[in-house]
């Protein structure tokens, strides 16, 4: 496979799930946040708990893994750490959810 970059868009993130992709998303928002806004299909861990809980993400250290936050931020700093932890195939959703209810879906509320 050739090197992934470290950023992937929100529309490329969109289409690995219509096409049913074998990837782990994941979003590293807190608690509050997903309860208030989530993406289907996503898996909260958050960024304040990744550390103590990467253990998870074991089973997916040699698949593709999205990482997703408010605006893209922390979900950059995650899959950087990600990477240096040896889970080459970690991206971030450029923009975050944010971006998301602004280009893919209207109905998911901003804040």
């Known amino acids: 496979m050739s090197e992934l970059g470290l950023e992937i868009t929100v529309a490329e993130t969109k289409q690995l799930l219509e096409e049913q992709a074998d990837f782990h998303f994941l979003d590293c928002r807190e608690q509050n946040e997903w309860d208030f806004v989530n993406i289907e299909g996503a898996e909260l861990l ?11 993400l074991e089973p997916h250290k040699d698949r593709h893994i ?28 450029a ?14 509320p901003r804040y």
């Not at 958050?46 to 998870?56: D, L, Y």
Request: a negative charge; hydrophobic letters at 30%; proline letters at 2%.
């Open 95 to 108: 923009g975050g959810i944010d971006v998301w209810s602004q280009e893919i879906d209207g109905t998911k």
């Open 46 to 56: 958050p960024m304040s708990e990744i550390q103590e809980r990467v253990a998870e």
């Open 66 to 93: 999205v990482i997703h936050c408010h605006h893209g931020g922390r979900s950059l700093q995650v899959a950087q750490w990600l990477r240096n932890q040896g889970y080459d195939q970690a991206q971030s959703m």
